[in-house]
């Protein structure tokens, strides 16, 4: 069993350490999905094998009326959490990839729906409190989330983030008004200033007269 302080990994990590095609690939997904380290990557590779483990499974003894329920069983939950549509088969969760459960994570929707201007933003928010999902806060980038939690994903109710003006908001626009004014004042003055200057050239010239007579 092990010892609980310890629990045991739930991902398999690459059979090679130096693959190049493997860590280019790996590098393109960390920086597409704003993911923290690769194990974010390696969860779901794991996920994703197993899944089609069983569904090849089920293909082979798919005579069998307790595979057929295991099968309507398997696709009604991928299709739950938006792995699949409604009429997908087992040949359709072979052609599964990484990607399919990468776009599943909180951290990707947050960004899909337009609540960060980044992925990355997007798992600083979740990490800060930020988001939450069915009305509850939730600070886990990587929880899967279903059909009906997807549309529930919003900004928390004790976030400053609800106000429109907030800078962090995505297309949220700086008030320029201010710098605006400065910078009318600052285009008048020198203009007053020269006019100021030929007063007082006038001025010293007449001066200048009169001394000469």
Known sequence: MGDP??????YNTPSHPWQKVRIDEERTLIHQYGLKNK???WKANTKIRSMRR???KLTASSGDEQAQKEKGLLLSK??????LEQDSGLEDV???TAENILD???????????????AKQS????IHGHISVDGAVTRVPGMIVTRLQEKSIAYASSSALNSDLHPVRPGAKPNYSDDESEEEDSEQKPSENVEEQKEVEDVKKDEDKGEDK
Do not use: C, D, W
């Open 39 to 41: 194990r974010e990557i």
């Open 123 to 126: 798992r600083q928010l979740i």
């Open 104 to 118: 599943r994570r909180l951290q990707t929707q947050v960004y899909l729906q337009g609540l960060a201007s980044t």
């Open 78 to 83: 991928l299709n739950r959490i938006g792995l």
């Open 54 to 56: 069983q569904a090849r």
């Open 94 to 96: 072979l052609r599964m």
């Open 5 to 10: 302080k310890f629990p045991s990994k739930h």
